[in-house]
């Protein structure tokens, strides 16, 4: 089956700075790669996704980029903000029909102002 | 908007016991799934389903075992509760749409503590 790795699990960075993420997947079958966000608290929640005919995809200050060769995406947060201050997983489909998500291991991303 | 609700936040049992965790959702959502989340280990899937009565195992389904009677709830059931089943449990539902991955909506967690 398939299996996700994450790194760092832990991240600190300055307000302002950019952070990055990295995820590894094993099945290259595998075409949909989201990433959620957890507060504290909270249940994680959605905050950006790519599938496998991309190769990078944008949302204002999030970006999340796609080598299928090398089976690795990864998480791009610019101009950090405290509120950004989060639990980050990435996820991979569990199954061939893309019905559950198998997720990494998590990074604790702390922004210090 | 979304919601997905369990039925506790904090839950004490002791060893043996027969617990259940419920798990309702008011987006008529086909698929719902239950999660574990322990420190270090991340979020791991024990059960999915996709349709009433219907039920998958996920990566770590040993000493639980799951219900689905109506589409909006699912249930979690740990037979004889364990010490090692001491954790954070969390709830998720999606849409299914000619089985493309769809956005998965989460609870709020209970958190279970067996004695």
């Given at each position: 089956g398939e299996n996700v790795e994450q790194h760092p699990s832990t991240l600190s960075v300055q307000e302002g700075d950019s952070a990055v993420i990295k995820c590894t997947y094993s099945d290259s079958a595998s075409n949909y790669f989201p990433w959620y966000k957890q507060e504290l608290g909270k249940g994680p929640q959605l905050i950006i996704d790519i599938r496998s005919n991309v190769g990078e995809k944008k949302d204002q200050r999030i970006a999340v980029t796609l080598n299928k060769t090398a089976k690795h995406f990864s998480l791009h947060i610019t101009?950090?903000?405290?509120?950004?201050s989060a639990v980050y997983f990435c996820a991979a489909p569990f199954n061939q029909a893309g019905t559950a998500l198998i997720f990494g291991k998590g990074t604790t991303l702390s922004v210090s102002s | 908007d979304v919601k997905v609700t369990q039925s506790s936040r904090y839950l004490v049992k002791r060893t043996g016991e027969k617990v259940f965790l419920e798990c309702v959702q008011d987006?008529?959502?086909?698929n719902m799934f239950w999660y574990r989340q322990d420190p270090g280990l991340g979020l791991r899937l024990i059960y999915f389903s996709y349709d009433v009565k219907m039920k998958e195992k996920g990566d770590i389904p040993e000493g639980y075992s799951v219900s689905r009677e109506k589409k909006e709830r699912f249930s979690l059931i740990l037979e004889s509760a364990s010490t090692n089943q001491t954790s954070m449990y969390l709830c998720a539902s999606s849409l299914r749409d000619r089985g493309d991955p769809y956005e998965q909506y989460f609870g709020p967690g209970t958190r279970l503590t067996v004695t």
């Open positions: 101009e950090t903000q405290p509120e950004d | 987006m008529d959502h086909e």
